[in-house]
């Protein structure tokens, strides 16, 4: 690489060579860009580089980025998109602007063939730079081994020759981290710099590992990270980088048809008329790479622009690909064998099973494997049976070459081989679906009923419902297996709830064990009430508890299906509605069996939301609880109870149960377990557990894009922002707001929730009147809901808030009368402490004290750390203005000191100014010692000091082990140790039980 004009850096060894999704093929008519922008001035003939074409914002973005680091700040960029779609382009254009600017670039990239190599691509980013074992200290202290490809100057590289835990990972893997990242501290001393690393994905995992390690710690240092990846690539080291704050994602779209026809102007000097530019997105799906071959060949023949020119040069060239693949492989009938049982199998199948596949000698699959490579079709490291298709259409073509006939008996050979080898099931039904037929042989039925029923608990039905109809023929009343009819009701009913409905109606009559039976009915009570039949589902109730006591049968059954019906109803508020006009409420079942206590939760968390009988609800799910286990009760009956007690101003006992409910709970599918863990969330964040209900969430929002948040979903969003707000994470949890309106009220009230979540969001940018417009919506849609409570959402209080703000406190205190009333009826502590608080704030100076001393004193028996934080801070500030002085110290100390436990970094922020005005002057909080901890990291610290392991105190706590060690490792240098044998003398000097979790003792003088 030479060197650009005001560049600080020089050559850089790149991991490996471009590959050639990325790469455009050269061409003397324009230039090698992927995605060029238009020249006004006819074919782009001109030297120097382009940039790429519809990319203005991502151009901005890394502009941006660049100047930043120009500046002395640090940055991080991730570059998404499938192959060809131009990543390497943007990242060449980041480059060059950042010599521009005067940075140091050094770039890598990875590739499969590295992956083997520890810090292969880290070697090859930082060469230059690396310390020479023969000059200096190595990396760490074991011997050195030699590494293909990424020798120091010496001829060895300073990695040790041991494995740790990750094969292939050296003993010393922290310290070889520590010293690259020392490198990149010197390489950023010497004035900003660019890391560049495309192809991420193909990376070692010890390169990896040092990316995700750098990206922590770009604090302080000018230097820009930037990384490109495939998004479809299982990499959750990249896939942290991302959600770092400091993180920007670009993710790459394909071209439009105004994009292509800035291309082909710049390579052909004409743009084409719509119907070209129409003719070409469609053969390319705008693809820069496909766009630029095909306007190339269309060039190089003399075609003319048209939609008849595309048709032609887009098979002449971008199928010429594939005709040229499989014309070749018809001349090498043993390779082409070989590539057909590849292409079946896809990337990476072991030999043994392609080559039996193939019905080829391991011997001569291993010589048409040799061809294959030779060929340039696939790529296969020499000494290794690891293999990949070398360009990513080629295994398309080889498939598309093969007959139907011949395709689909491939499959099923390959589903049979694979089962007979011990395959997972999921991967043996991907092959019995694929051959598109319907399957009657009993071990065939068995894999697609397994992968089905483990498709079914991830929560893809539609999936299900796809693999158990290749074992239903289309004459469904012929199937002799009432048990497989069910399973592929059971399945419908989520997907295709009328066909669903449909076939559990048919099966019921077969069905004769009565726990079979009630599951039928079960779902297809939930069904009904889903679309909207709830006096279907009504009926179908009276029909069973007249079947029971025919039969002279307990109610529980009937008591099940009438829970489920009233549960089920809170997923559409026509059916709620519904429901609430037919059904009872009555707290009389007893809790001696499963179907007592699951209709008893069921009315009680109803109850509870309508403020309606709150304590013999409170004292029904206590009952529940009692009586039920995870084994034995649904989880929706225990997470209900629990629910109960959270609505009632008790979420320290909801905790407690909903951990029980996901410690013991045997099988819990996507949406109860993302369920309960916002519940869970909802009350760690109403005790001020901040870290905790920020790592339920983050659990709960595991793999769920934001734009696909179903209702569950939803809920965790919103006790997220919730909870980003409360430490003051502003920008964070804008990032998490929907932008544009929420589903509607029918889609249900978990969206209400959200709805208040961004009305505070909102309130806290400074924009009252559009957070006044969210939070009185969310209130109108809890009414509707008959979510009356003030305890069970507080939708209320921040809506008081705004209205204060806009100084409207007529409408602020008749907000918290409201609550301030329905809380004293009904006892909620917690609720009524918020209410007096926004009460005392409606009126002023005027009587303000009392209703700030009643407040406090309620909530002081109550875990509601922040609500009392919020009161004190408030009582502080109406003692110092009624002229007591140290009264208003004393106060504002203990809200100071609680904020500071809890990393509530507003309250915090907002109590030292307001103990500074009273004349205090308060000290920065201690740095060392146990009163340094973290809340997070106390709780860590105080359990591995009584004896638990890693594994342990994460499945306790609910996080990562990754966070387990973090916190350790923070708590050790605050203490003061170097491992866990000081813990326990560590937290015992401080006598920690005598002040709240993590307070760090800020003082005044």
């Known amino acids: 690489m030479t060197r650009s004009p005001g560049s600080s850096g020089e050559h850089h060894p790149t991991g490996a060579a471009r590959s050639s999704a990325d790469a455009v093929p050269a061409d003397p008519a324009g230039p090698a860009d992927a995605a060029g922008p238009a020249d006004a001035a006819g074919p782009a003939d001109a030297a120097g580089p382009a940039d790429p074409v519809e990319r203005e914002y991502e151009l901005s973005v890394i502009s941006d980025l660049v100047r930043r680091t120009a500046a002395g700040h640090p940055g991080l960029l991730l570059v998404e998109g499938q192959e060809g779609i131009g990543k390497t382009t943007l990242l060449r254009s980041l480059a060059e602007r950042a010599r521009a600017q005067g940075l140091r670039v050094l770039e890598a990239r990875g590739e499969r063939t590295g992956r083997q190599t520890p810090f292969a691509v880290a070697h090859a980013l930082l060469h230059p730079y ?82 995700a390690h750098t990206a922590r710690r770009l604090s302080g240092m000018p230097v820009l990270l930037a990384v490109s990846r495939c998004p479809e690539t299982d990499a959750p080291l990249l896939d942290e980088m991302a959600t770092r704050p400091l993180s920007s994602v670009l993710r790459l779209r394909p071209l439009t048809e105004r994009g292509i026809g800035l291309i082909a102007r710049r390579l052909t000097g004409r743009s084409g008329d719509q119907e070209f530019l129409a003719a070409c997105l469609s053969a390319t799906n705008g693809i820069p790479l496909l766009v630029t071959r095909l306007l190339a060949a269309l060039h190089r023949e003399g075609s003319p622009l048209t939609a008849a020119g595309i048709a032609r040069a887009h098979l002449e060239d ?4 594939g005709r040229r693949v499989v014309a070749t492989l018809h001349q090498q009938p043993v390779a082409l064998r070989a590539a057909q049982a590849m292409a079946v199998l896809g990337d990476g199948a072991p030999f043994a099973h392609c080559a039996a596949l193939a019905l080829l000698d391991p011997a001569v699959f291993t010589r048409a494997v ?45 589903a049979r081989l694979l089962h007979d080898g011990g395959a997972p099931a999921e991967q043996v039904a991907e092959h019995l679906r694929a051959s598109g037929t319907t399957t009657t042989e009993p071990w065939a039925r068995t894999v697609l009923r397994e992968a089905a029923r483990t498709a079914s608990r991830r929560g893809a039905h539609e999936h299900a419902v796809e693999l158990l109809r290749h074992c239903v023929p289309e004459d469904a009343d012929s199937v002799d297996d009432p048990a497989l009819l069910v399973e592929l009701g059971l399945s419908e009913v989520r997907s295709d709830p009328e066909a669903g409905i449909g076939r559990l109606l048919r099966a019921l009559p077969l069905l004769t064990a009565p726990d079979r039976r009630l599951t039928v009915l079960t779902a297809l009570i939930g069904a009904m009430v889903r679309t909207g039949q709830v006096p279907r589902a009504v009926e179908l109730l009276r029909i069973r508890r007249a079947e029971a006591v025919a039969a002279g049968e307990g109610p529980a059954g009937a008591h099940v299906l009438e829970a489920h019906l009233l549960l089920t109803s809170n997923t ?58 995870p084994p034995a009760d649904a989880p929706a009956t225990l997470g209900s ?113 959200l709805l208040a979540a961004r009305g505070r969001l909102r309130l806290a940018e400074g924009d009252a009147p559009a957070a006044l417009v969210d939070l009185t919506e969310a209130g109108e849609r809890q009414r509707a809901w008959q979510r009356l409570s003030p305890a069970v959402s507080s939708w209320w209080y921040w809506a008081g808030r705004a209205y204060a703000v806009l100084g409207n406190m007529k409408a602020c205190g008749e907000l918290a009368e409201e609550a301030v009333d329905g809380a004293r009826r009904a006892q909620l502590p917690c609720a009524l402490g918020a209410g007096l608080e926004l009460l005392a704030a409606a009126r002023g100076d ?27 801070i408030a009582r502080g500030r109406a003692l110092y203005v009624s002229g007591r002085t140290e009264a208003a110290r004393t106060v504002l100390r203990e809200a100071l000191e609680t904020a500071y436990a809890l990393e509530a970094h507003q309250l915090y922020a907002t109590a030292r100014r307001a103990l500074v005005a009273t004349g205090a002057r308060p000290r920065r909080p201690v740095s060392r010692g146990p009163a340094a901890l ?44 170097s491992g866990r044998r000081g813990l326990r003398a560590a937290l015992a000097a401080d006598d920690p039980t005598t002040r709240a979790p993590g307070d760090g003792e800020p003082v005044d003088r």
């Open 130 to 211: 690396l310390t020479d074992p023969e000059e200096g200290p190595a990396l760490c202290d074991a011997p050195v081994r030699e590494l293909p490809g990424t020798v120091t100057a010496a001829g060895r590289t300073p990695y040790p020759v041991g494995h740790n835990n990750v094969v292939g990972w050296p003993e010393g893997t922290y310290d070889v981290l520590a010293e690259l990242h020392r490198t990149v501290r010197r390489i950023s001393r010497s004035g900003p710099a660019l890391l560049v690393v495309d192809d991420a994905e193909q990376a070692d995992p010890a390169s990896l590992r040092f990316l």
């Open 318 to 321: 971008v199928a010429l690909f």
């Open 370 to 414: 040799l061809t294959l490579d030779a060929l340039g079709l696939v790529s296969s490291p020499p000494g290794t049976e690891d293999w990949y298709f070398a360009h990513p259409p080629t295994r398309e073509t080889v498939l598309a070459d093969m007959s139907p006939q011949l395709r689909m008996s491939t499959h099923l050979r390959a």
């Open 572 to 629: 559409s508020h026509r059916a709620f509605r519904q429901v609430l006009d037919s059904a009872s409420f009555g707290l009389d079942p007893a809790p001696d069996t499963a179907g007592g206590r699951a209709l008893l939760a069921a009315r009680a968390v109803i109850s509870v939301s309508r403020l309606d009988g709150v304590a013999e609800s409170l004292a029904a799910a206590r009952a529940v609880l009692l009586h039920g286990t």
């Open 641 to 753: 109870a629990a629910a109960v007690l959270l609505y009632t101003d008790r979420p320290d006992e909801a905790e407690t149960a909903l951990r029980r409910l996901l410690e013991g709970a045997d099988v819990l599918d996507d949406w109860q377990h993302a369920t309960l863990l916002a519940l869970c969330a909802d009350a760690y964040e109403r005790q001020g557990a901040l870290d905790r209900a920020l790592a339920a969430t983050a659990d709960a929002l595991r793999g769920a894009p934001a734009e696909q948040t179903d209702s569950c979903r939803a809920l965790a969003r919103a006790v997220r922002l919730q909870t980003l707000l409360d430490r003051d994470q502003v920008a964070e949890a804008a990032a998490l707001a929907p932008c544009g309106p929420v589903p509607p009220l029918e889609d249900g009230w978990q969206w209400n929730e």
């Open 846 to 872: 005027d009587g303000a004290l009392p209703l700030l001393e009643e407040a406090e004193a309620v909530l002081t028996a109550t875990p509601a750390r922040l609500a009392l934080t919020r009161v004190r």
């Open 934 to 977: 973290t809340p997070g990291e106390l709780q860590v610290a105080r359990l591995a000091a009584a004896g638990d392991s890693n594994v342990d105190i994460s499945r306790t706590l609910f996080v990562t082990q990754r966070t387990v060690e973090t916190h350790l490792t923070s708590a050790y240098r605050k203490l003061g140790i």
